[in-house]
């Protein structure tokens, strides 16, 4: 089939203008592409039409656009007052309801009127593209073009490939996300596409840490949103997209993925989806919210003594991670023992990576009540983690919890866990990352993409992988995996094998090179 995306004259019809069609006919009209826009609600495309108008004439306010071409954008948008309209465009794009049945009786009278050359896409998010397609004669011209919400803003659309789509229409759909001034990645059709697929670590992991009482929800936000560099913490995110919806997600996915432990959804976000705690919108969530805003809890001041003296493991593997934390100590005028073992009074520190500190206490042979572990995988930029176990000595956590705090950055001392948080929270991004490339969804480098510009990560997950060192992510989840016995943990083969070859994780398949 021959369709030239990069026909001056392409015109895209747009099914369904309420929050995210609107937003498909804005930008589609921006990129210099005709746009009809129809919804089977009277009056919805004149109200969209009006309201794209008033978005780019803010724009042109700004100076962020000039007038004409603000103007040229509006005037390329015409209303379809029907269905049978919108069959002279070439590409047909649904932004309806999230309902298999109505897309699907859509799609089959979309079939039936369009000629087969021309193109059907759907928005839809959580729905398999090759369902959608299956009411139709001609399977091969449906392909999903999954947009983020808002739309201008997002620059990220995944095009999404069902079992029969022919590969012209994704080059097509692919094309004409770049016209759009997106940025597409390709995947094929599978339960969250990339981006919900990518998002599963973050949002399961982070409630997993909070039911073992490792800390608490707000403390795991300060945490990720510290060294780390996450944007927004996994529970102030939950509160503003709605527990309720957010939940609904996780649930859905967990299921399309045939119950895949990595994904369970936890029963603290159940209860308060049970609740009515949904976030922002109820005034109380995973935070309180007073008159809209989020009430702050206070990470408590860090107590005055520092020990006496301190003894920090050395590393052979780890050494470059841990020598900021032995200039810390130094810094703060506590004695730094050189020893090749700690006296029988000094704090002892240890600077890891993957253990729970409890194994490492007992392959150690070290005294629980004055070891204390700090996290070191991200630097020690704040709020810095310290880890204890059930057997340390009250004063020794504080000792150390002031020894951390002593250049006035803030600390967090949690509980005993593999991984702490932000290294396990991040390895199980990577690793989650990985399933996503090793099941052939997407490319490293689409993946990547998708992570960041549709979740906002600070890196990709296989890139972020790969600055970490992979050897050190996968010893990271061995440590997981053997801790809890859980086969959520397990390393998935890509990274394995990556990290046992020493390759990058971004390296494609044998076959593939
Ligand atoms: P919405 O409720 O804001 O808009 C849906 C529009 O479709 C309404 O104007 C409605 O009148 C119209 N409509 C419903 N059935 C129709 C039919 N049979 N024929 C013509 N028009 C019809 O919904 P929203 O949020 O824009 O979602 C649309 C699609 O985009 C869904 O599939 C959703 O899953 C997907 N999506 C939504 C995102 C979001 O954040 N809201 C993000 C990404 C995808």
């Known amino acids: 089939m021959s369709f030239d995306a990069h026909a001056a004259n392409l015109t895209i019809a747009v099914i369904g203008t309420g929050t995210m069609g609107r937003g498909i006919v804005q930008v589609a009209a921006q990129g210099g592409m005709r746009v009809l826009a129809y919804d089977e609600k009277m009056g919805a495309p004149s109200m969209a039409k009006d309201y794209i ?92 073009m999954h947009f983020f919400n808002p739309v201008p803003v997002m620059k990220l659309v995944e095009v999404i490939g069902g079992l029969k789509t022919a590969p012209w229409v994704l080059d097509a759909l692919m094309t004409i996300g770049r016209r759009m001034t997106r940025e597409p990645v390709l995947c094929v059709d599978s339960p969250g596409f990339i981006v919900n697929h990518a998002g599963r670590a973050y949002t399961t992991e982070c409630p997993r840490i909070l039911t073992e009482g490792i800390a608490r929800h707000w403390e795991i936000d300060r945490i990720m949103t510290g060294a780390p560099g996450f944007k927004l913490g996994m529970f102030g995110l939950a509160d503003m997209v709605g527990i309720d919806v957010g939940y609904a997600v996780m649930e859905s996915l967990y299921q399309q993925f045939q119950y895949e432990p990595a994904f369970a959804p ?89 253990y729970d ?103 990709g997950p296989l890139e972020w992988g790969d600055q970490l060192g992979p050897k050190r992510v996968l010893h990271i989840l061995e440590c997981l995996h053997a801790f809890y016995a859980d086969p959520r943990y397990r390393p998935n083969a890509w990274l394995k094998r990556r990290a046992m070859l020493g390759l990058p994780l971004t390296a494609p398949e044998g076959r593939d090179r």
């Open 357 to 459: 500190l409890t194994t490492a206490i007992q392959d150690l042979r070290l005294d629980a009540a004055r070891t204390v572990a700090v996290d070191v995988l991200f630097g020690l930029k704040g709020p810095r983690t310290l880890m204890v176990t059930p057997g340390i000595d009250p004063a020794m956590r504080d000792a150390a919890h002031a020894l951390l705090a002593s250049d006035g950055q803030p600390a967090i001392v949690i509980n005993d866990s593999p991984g702490f948080i932000a290294q396990r929270v991040v390895a199980m991004i990577v690793n989650v990352g990985c399933g996503i490339a090793q099941r052939g969804i997407a490319s490293p480098v689409d993946i990547d993409k998708g992570a960041k510009l549709g979740l906002g990560y600070p890196f």
């Open 53 to 144: 108008a008033r978005m780019l004439a803010g724009q042109v306010d700004k100076g962020r656009l000039s007038a004409t071409d603000a103007k040229a954008a509006v005037d390329r948008i015409s209303i379809a007052h029907s269905l049978e309209e919108c069959a002279k465009a070439h590409v047909v794009i649904e932004a309806v309801v999230e309902r298999l049945d109505v897309k699907q009786s859509l799609f089959h009278r979309l079939d039936m009127l369009c000629p087969p050359e021309v193109i059907l896409a759907s928005n839809t998010s959580s729905l398999p593209v090759t369902a959608i397609a299956a009411t139709c004669a001609h399977p091969e011209r449906v392909g999903g």
């Open 266 to 354: 936890n029963p603290l976000s159940a209860l308060r989806a049970a609740g009515g705690l949904y976030g922002q919108k109820t005034n109380a969530g995973w935070y309180a919210y007073k008159d809209g805003k989020r009430i702050e809890p206070e990470i408590a001041p860090a107590p005055k003594p520092l020990p006496q003296s301190v003894w920090v493991r050395p590393s052979a593997d780890h050494g470059d991670l841990i020598a900021p934390l032995v200039d810390l100590c130094k810094k703060s005028g506590v004695v730094v023992e050189a020893s090749a073992q700690p006296s029988k009074t000094a704090l002892v520190l240890l600077g890891q990576i993957g």
